[in-house]
């Protein structure tokens, strides 16, 4: 069983930055493909970025909102995967979630693909 932990979420003005890191609790969490997805008050959860499993320079891919102002990254040993956020609007507001799926190779960035999750952060972002 693998365990992901969000952190980092938080309040911030719009045009701020934060960073979330999603941590696993196995040390081999360069062998899973990890994305990030989020969920708005009212809304479904939607894909937000996902990156190979690997090494740095794994491919990354984007969905189109967050194209340009976020960057999905990995650290392997620190066992996580980071999201820079940056000029933040309010649509971002939403509670954050990583996910993770061992040597995935996801046909589609969609919440089917991925075997394990984490609980979620909050990020809020004020007009």
């Known amino acids: 069983q693998v365990l992901l932990v969000e952190s980092g979420g938080g309040l911030v003005q719009a045009g701020g930055s934060l960073r979330l890191s999603c941590t696993a609790s196995i040390g081999t969490f360069g062998s899973y493909a990890v994305a990030w997805f989020r969920q708005a008050p009212g809304k479904e959860r939607e894909f937000v970025a996902h990156?190979?499993?690997?090494?740095?320079?794994?491919?990354?891919d984007y969905a189109d909102p967050v194209k340009g102002r976020f960057t999905i990254s990995r650290d392997n040993a620190r066992n996580s995967v980071d999201l820079q956020m940056n000029s933040l609007e309010a649509d971002d507001t939403a509670v954050y979630y990583c996910a993770a799926k061992h040597y995935g190779v996801p046909g589609r960035f969609v919440e089917e693909e991925y075997d394990y999750w984490g609980q979620g952060t909050q990020v809020t972002v004020s007009s």
């Open positions: 990156i190979a499993w690997g090494w740095s320079d794994s491919r990354r």
